[in-house]
């Protein structure tokens, strides 16, 4: 039997079950989000784990195959910034739960093994191994030196500032934003704190001809290209979405780029991922970043790549 770490409202899991119903598997799903863990009950007991939610209810030993689209409890924008000692509690001791499930069921094949994927999140890892797989990344600093990043920027003119860690962050009229790459110079370093400020990343801004949303599903590559530049909105990051003018068209990777990003699959023991490239003028192709756990289903949507389909079939 297959199982799904997901949430209620995960469309992606719900396009792969479609598929996994077509081909008559047996699943079940445990989902993390808040108002679903508060109707499930779970019990370790005696070295297995039994689980009983309003749907349906089974043990891990009938497991076989597992799924990791969500790893720890999904929260909602507004339970994010519940700072009550009640939820950081509960929410605290749900996600140790989790990862005793996890690692009961750490024998089994999994499509997103979760150690794996904890591991290859990290964006220093990524750096390091992606070099040793011939793709190319642009020069890129990470520090909190102030005069290490201002004469970093003044080298390279315009850098693109990015975030290691991605979240959401209320402001100060309640609506709640991301902070997605922007392109900075070294004039706007000015501010940056000569000590008790965190490390940022900064790398060479790189001219785009177009970007490329990568996917990979054991050994199949569903490749997207992005024609980001066709809109001044996600000029910069294609992440400040604008779909209507920014086409995505299935595309065949260079050999060298399919075969280094199976060799970073091998390094990194990942099965799944979800990988981002830049394409320059030149047809130079640089690697950003792969995540583990990534999105896919509006590329499917706009390219009709079968990517649910070919997860199922490996679920199967």
Partial sequence: MILIFTDKDDVHAEAVIEHLKAFDADFVRFDQDVESLQKTIVTYKSGDWSIKTDKEAYVLNQISKVWLRKSYVNTTLQQDVDRSNHFKLWKGEWNKTLQGMYSTLSHLPWLTPFREVFRAENKYLQASVAAKCGLKMPPTLISNDKQELIEFASVYGRVAFKLMYQDVYQVADGTFHGLYT???TADSLSEFEVMGENPIVLQEYVEKQYEVRY?????????????SQMSDVSRIDWRRYDLKSTPYIAIEPPAHIRNGVNTLMIKLGLIYGALDF???PNNDWIFLE????GQYLWVEDLTGMPISKAIAKWLV
């Fill in 182 to 184: 922007n392109v900075i």
């Fill in 215 to 227: 996917t990979v599903v054991g050994d199949q590559h569903f490749v997207a290209k992005i024609d």
């Fill in 278 to 280: 830049i394409v320059k």
């Fill in 290 to 293: 792969i995540n583990p756990l």
